[in-house]
């Protein structure tokens, strides 16, 4: 800046500097608006919803997930059933573990095995119809 050697340059100055003054306060202001905004918890929902839903991988993630504790569990009730067997119930606890486990990390291997066997069944089927 330069020096000052006058009151009309003193003023001129102190009016320039105002004028900043204002500027800067209204950009914070709207800082400040925005910031709250995003803050607030439907907008923080709102983002975290959307980032979710634009992520594949989360989205594979979960679904492998949730697919495995599904399958634990039924593996569970078919080896377990109703029965009071205290080892019986151990194993299948195990069981329901390791199988929930298993396709949790291998939804892709998991879902290669359906098909291959969905397959295999419908071609059986079909060529016992064609020998009908």
Same mark, same amino acid.
């Given at each position: ?6 009151? !009309? ?6 009016? &320039? &500097? ?13 800082? /400040? ?24 991988? &989360? !989205? ?13 569990? /039924?593996?569970?009730? @078919? ?6 067997? @205290? ?33 295999? @069944? ?11």
């Amino acid at each position: 800046m330069q020096n000052i050697s006058s009151t !009309i340059e003193l003023k001129e100055a102190i009016r &320039l &500097l105002e004028i900043k003054q204002a500027a800067n306060g209204l950009q914070l202001k709207e800082q /400040f608006h925005l910031t709250y905004e995003s803050l607030k918890p439907v907008s923080l929902l709102k983002s975290t919803l959307k980032d979710i839903s634009s992520s594949p991988f &989360l !989205i594979s993630n979960i679904l492998g997930t949730t697919a495995g504790l599904v399958t634990g569990y /039924f593996s569970k009730k @078919i080896v377990v059933g109703s029965s009071a067997n @205290i080892f019986r119930k151990l194993f299948g606890t195990i069981m329901q573990i390791g199988v929930a486990n298993t396709v949790a990390q291998h939804p892709d291997a998991i879902k290669s095995i359906g098909q291959f066997i969905l397959q295999y @069944i419908l071609r059986k089927k079909e060529m016992n119809s064609k020998r009908e």
